[in-house]
């Protein structure tokens, strides 16, 4: 078998496997390709402070592993709450809490029940994205400020990197460079 066949072969599974998966499936199409956008943006932010020259290698010990921080929470949020609200438009329509027409073609009825879902898929990104994820990172800034508020009462000298990667770094940036590099000190989002 040749290589451009199976070339073909290849691309017309998948051809077949993506219509398969998402053809009747709006919502599924709309939470992967959504969560595939977040992982790509998390790892465009990554690679793009790792080769930016303009930032000092003691800020990039820090700030990349924020950046893989913040993906793994945009998506992971985006993903289980999308999908919990997808999994909860299904089941309210399954119990007849939302309900349709009796008289239309079952196959009407079946589009229906994706839109509800398509939809339900749609308000989990909004939530998830522009309420949910801010919250999740104005507590950990705001919990990071604090820290720095108190050592600096305490007048120690603080460096910081974010508590999972503590360990791998010998010598993190201080709050005051990253303060600087951020909204002059402002890590409200």
Request: glycine share 6%.
């Amino acid at each position: 078998m040749s290589l451009q066949n199976s070339l073909s072969k290849f691309a017309n599974n998948l051809k077949t496997g993506i219509f398969n998966r998402y053809a009747n499936n709006t919502d599924k199409f709309l939470l992967d390709t959504a969560a595939i956008g977040w992982g790509l943006a998390a790892a465009a932010n990554i690679v793009g402070v790792t080769f930016n020259k303009k930032i000092d290698p003691k800020e990039k010990k820090y700030l990349i592993p924020q950046e893989l921080a913040d993906g793994v929470t945009n998506v992971g949020l985006f993903y289980v709450l999308t999908h919990s609200m997808i999994k909860g438009a299904r089941k309210l329509v399954d119990k007849g809490i939302i309900d349709f027409d009796k008289s239309l073609p079952q196959k009407d009825i079946i589009k229906a029940r994706h839109g509800v879902a398509a939809v339900a898929s749609l308000l989990g990104a909004v939530v998830s994205s522009n309420i949910i994820t801010p919250i999740v990172r104005n507590n950990y800034a705001s919990y990071m400020q604090k820290r720095y508020l108190k050592a600096v009462a305490e007048n120690k000298t603080v460096g910081y990197t974010l508590p999972m990667f503590k360990d791998s770094y010998k010598n993190p940036i201080t709050m005051n460079s990253f303060l600087a590099f951020t909204n002059r000190g402002n890590l409200k989002i």
